[in-house]
C-alpha cells in the first residue's frame, strides 16, 4: 500500500490496491455493482502504475485484473454515455489508431504553437474564458521536424553491426520528440547496431488497453507483430517506457487467441527499452563530458511493469563529469499515466507537484527519463513552480556526451600522464 500513489495521497483503504481488489471481487460475486459510482471512480483513480505488483510478496498480477475491469465497464457504460463524450473518446482513440490524423493535428497545433495565436490566446484570457486553460498549458511543444518511419535504415557506426533494432517511432513521440527518436538512433549507431523504421509500424495500442478497449488494441498490436516480423531486424526497440510495456505483454494479451498467441509471445520476447538494449550489448566508450547534476526519475512502466532500474542509471553514470543525484520517490508515479491528466485531473495534479518537490530538494540541473508522458509532466510542473531545471531522455544525455568526445584532448591527456608517469 505504501507503494501506491493514489493511496499516499489520500491514505483511503479503496483508493489502494488491496482495496480495488476488494472490490472487483465483491463485483465478481455480485455484492456490488458493476456501474456503481464508487466501483467506477476507483478504476479510473488507479494509475495503473504496476508499482503494488513490483512489491507484492504474493505476486498478484495486478494489471490483469484492472485493464479488463475497465473493459467490461466500457463495455457496460457505452450505450449510456453522452453523444460528445462518445464522440471526444472516438476521436482521441482514433488520433493513436491512424498515425497520419496524429500528424496532422499536431501540425494544426504546430501552427498554433509558432504563428502568435498561442500568445494571442494567452494573453487575452480567451482560454480562460472558455475553460481551456489547463488543457491548453498541458499540450506539449510540437517538434519543427516530425520523425516518420518510412523504410529508412541507418548503419552500424565504425564497423560491423551486433545486432540489427527495429526503431519504434511511436504516437506522441514522433510528433512531439522527434529529437529524442533521432538522438536514439544515433545512439544505437554508436552502439554498433543497424536501425530500421519500418513504415507499417504503428501505435503499441498501450492507449486503447487501458482505456477498456482491448479490441482496438489488439489490432494495433498484430500491425506491429506483422511489421517486425517482416523487417528482419533482430530487436524491436523502445524509447518510451509505456509503449515497452504494452509491446512486451502482447503474449498475454494473445494468450487465448490460437491463430496469434505464439507470434506475439515471440515478438514480445524480442522488445528492448533502448536503455535496456544500450546495458546489455555495450556502449561505445568515446564520451565527452558533460559537468551537470542529474536526477533520475523512474517511469513506472519501466521500474514497475518492465522491472528495469539500474540499466538507465548505469548509462548515465557511464558519461564523464555527470553527478547522478537521487531522489526521493524516484519510483512513485508522477501522475502522467498515459491520459490520467485528462481523467483524473486533481489526482494528477497533486501528484505531479508532489514530483517537483522531491525534484527540487536535490537541485539538479537536470531531470532524466525515459517516457515521454513523465518528460510532459515533470516539464510542465517544474515550469508552474518556477524551476528553470531541464527535463531530458536519457539517450539525449548518452548523445550530447558522444557529440562532446574529443579524441585529441583525450590523447592529450593520456600523453601527459604517460610522460608524469
Request: aromatic share 6%; glycine share 8%; charged share 20%.
Given at each position: ?10 491514505l483511503?483503504?479503496?483508493s ?6 476488494a472490490?472487483?471481487?465483491a ?18 483513480e ?7 505488483e513490483?512489491?507484492?510478496p ?5 494489471g490483469r485484473?484492472l ?5 467490461q ?9 453522452p453523444?460528445?463524450?462518445?464522440l ?13 490524423r ?6 494544426l497545433?504546430r ?8 500568445r494571442f ?8 474564458a ?5 488543457l491548453?498549458?498541458?499540450a ?15 548503419a ?6 551486433k ?6 517511432a511511436?504516437c506522441v ?5 522527434a ?12 552502439a554498433a547496431?543497424d ?16 482505456a ?7 489490432e ?12 528482419g531486424?533482430?530487436?524491436?526497440v ?6 515497452g ?13 490460437e ?6 509471445a515471440?515478438?514480445?520476447?524480442r ?13 561505445s ?11 533520475y526519475?523512474?517511469p ?6 518492465q ?11 557511464s ?7 537521487e ?7 508522477c ?5 490520467y491528466?485528462l481523467?483524473?485531473p ?8 508532489r ?7 536535490v ?6 527519463t525515459?517516457n515521454?508522458?513523465c518528460?510532459?509532466q515533470l ?6 513552480a518556477?524551476h528553470?531545471i ?16 574529443k ?8 600523453n601527459a ?5
Amino acid at each position: 500500500m505504501p507503494t501506491c500513489p493514489t493511496y499516499v495521497e489520500t491514505l483511503i483503504e479503496t483508493s489502494s490496491p488491496r482495496g480495488r481488489i476488494a472490490l472487483i471481487k465483491a463485483v465478481d460475486e455480485g455484492r456490488l455493482d458493476l456501474t456503481s459510482p464508487g466501483f467506477m471512480h476507483q478504476m479510473s483513480e488507479c494509475l495503473d502504475c504496476r508499482a503494488c505488483e513490483a512489491v507484492c510478496p504474493s505476486g498478484v498480477a495486478y494489471g490483469r485484473l484492472l485493464e479488463p475491469a475497465r473493459t467490461q465497464i466500457e463495455r457496460a457504460t457505452k450505450a449510456e454515455q453522452p453523444p460528445g463524450a462518445r464522440l471526444r473518446r472516438a476521436f482521441g482513440l482514433g488520433l493513436f489508431a491512424h498515425l497520419w490524423r496524429m500528424r496532422f493535428v499536431a501540425a494544426l497545433l504546430r501552427f498554433y504553437q509558432r504563428s502568435g495565436l498561442q500568445r494571442f490566446a494567452r494573453s487575452s484570457g480567451l482560454l480562460r474564458a472558455l475553460g481551456l486553460g489547463g488543457l491548453e498549458a498541458m499540450a506539449p511543444a510540437i517538434s519543427p521536424k516530425f520523425f516518420v518511419p518510412r523504410g529508412q535504415r541507418w548503419a552500424a557506426s565504425g564497423g560491423p553491426a551486433k545486432t540489427t533494432a527495429f526503431m519504434h517511432a511511436g504516437c506522441v513521440m514522433q510528433v512531439a520528440f522527434a529529437e529524442v527518436n533521432e538522438a536514439t538512433v544515433r545512439v544505437l549507431q554508436r552502439a554498433a547496431c543497424d536501425v530500421v523504421a519500418p513504415a507499417a509500424q504503428g501505435c503499441c495500442g498501450a492507449i486503447a488497453i487501458h482505456a477498456g478497449d482491448m479490441e482496438r488494441g489488439r489490432e494495433l498490436a498484430k500491425h506491429n507483430i506483422a511489421a517486425f516480423e517482416e523487417s528482419g531486424a533482430d530487436v524491436y526497440v523502445v524509447n518510451a517506457a509505456g509503449c515497452g510495456s504494452a509491446l512486451k505483454e502482447y503474449g498475454e494479451l494473445f494468450a487465448e487467441d490460437e491463430h496469434w498467441a505464439t507470434r506475439a509471445a515471440a515478438f514480445s520476447g524480442r522488445v528492448r527499452d533502448v536503455t535496456e538494449l544500450l546495458d546489455e550489448i555495450g556502449i561505445s566508450p568515446e564520451l565527452g563530458p558533460l559537468e551537470v547534476v542529474v536526477t533520475y526519475q523512474e517511469p513506472c512502466h519501466l521500474a514497475h511493469a518492465q522491472r528495469i532500474t539500474e540499466a538507465p542509471r548505469r548509462l548515465l553514470c557511464s558519461i564523464p563529469g555527470l553527478v547522478l543525484r537521487e531522489m526521493d520517490e524516484s519510483s512513485l508515479c508522477c501522475g502522467s499515466a498515459g491520459i490520467y491528466n485528462l481523467t483524473q485531473p486533481e489526482m494528477a495534479q497533486r501528484l505531479g507537484q508532489r514530483k517537483v518537490e522531491k525534484i527540487a530538494a536535490v537541485r539538479p540541473q537536470i531531470v532524466a527519463t525515459a517516457n515521454p508522458g513523465c518528460a510532459l509532466q515533470l516539464a510542465n510542473g517544474l515550469r508552474a513552480a518556477g524551476h528553470a531545471i531541464a527535463v531530458k531522455h536519457v539517450v539525449e544525455l548518452l548523445d550530447e556526451s558522444y557529440a562532446a568526445y574529443k579524441p585529441t584532448s583525450r590523447a592529450s591527456s593520456a600523453n601527459a600522464a604517460s610522460t608524469l608517469g
